[in-house]
């Protein structure tokens, strides 16, 4: 039953750095997957401080990125529009940058499996820092800006997402090892950190 949870823990963890990659909360991602493991084995593995520390880390990286996003638009002379479309469009580019180099990634680990998981990552983070910066400037042309304000709100948008990204990325890496750190031992049954 241990190398079920370890399995499906380290699943957890990889589907958290894909979805930070896409633009998504991975970071919460990262505190559930430690949370189910945790409450499946009676708190047992790992110190309950940990998992509020992992709370307060994750909250403080989605709050950040939100407000680095609209920083962003806004010290390049944004409106709430062009912010809206930023979020919106930023999401869709991610999915579908995310879709297109799937299939690219696919035929990637002919060529090795570490190319093929590059691919797999830096198409989310592109398309999401393409779909902000479309998404802010048509936000803005809609609320009636001329072309070249709009373009500058794109900019903002757009260097918004890209710091965001990396930022929760790293963050979010970094959760992801010391977890498995704390808990992968517990599941083993060794008498590291992790049953301490």
Do not use: N
């Amino acid at each position: 039953m241990q190398i079920l949870w370890m399995v499906l823990f380290c699943l957890g963890l990889l589907c958290a750095l894909l979805a930070t990659a896409f633009g998504l909360p991975g970071t919460f991602l990262v505190l559930i997957t430690v949370l189910i493991v945790s409450i499946a084995s009676g708190f047992s593995i790992g110190p309950v401080w940990f998992l509020i520390v992992l709370a307060l880390i994750a909250t403080l990286t989605e709050v950040g990125d939100a407000v680095l996003s609209a920083w962003a638009v806004r010290k390049y002379e944004g409106t709430g529009r062009g912010q809206m479309g930023a979020v919106l469009l930023g999401l869709a580019g991610a999915l579908i940058g995310g879709a297109l180099t799937s299939i690219l990634a696919a035929f990637g680990i002919a060529v090795s499996p570490l190319f093929a998981l590059l691919l797999f990552i830096v198409g989310p983070v592109v398309g999401g820092c393409l779909g902000g910066f479309a998404g802010a400037v048509l936000g803005e042309m809609s609320h009636g800006r001329d072309r070249d304000d709009a373009i500058r709100a794109g900019w903002g948008a757009f260097i918004g997402r890209a710091l965001g990204t990396v930022g929760k990325v790293i963050v979010c890496t970094i959760m992801a090892g010391v977890s498995a750190w704390m808990v992968i031992p517990g599941l083993l049954g060794g008498a590291g950190t992790a049953g301490s």
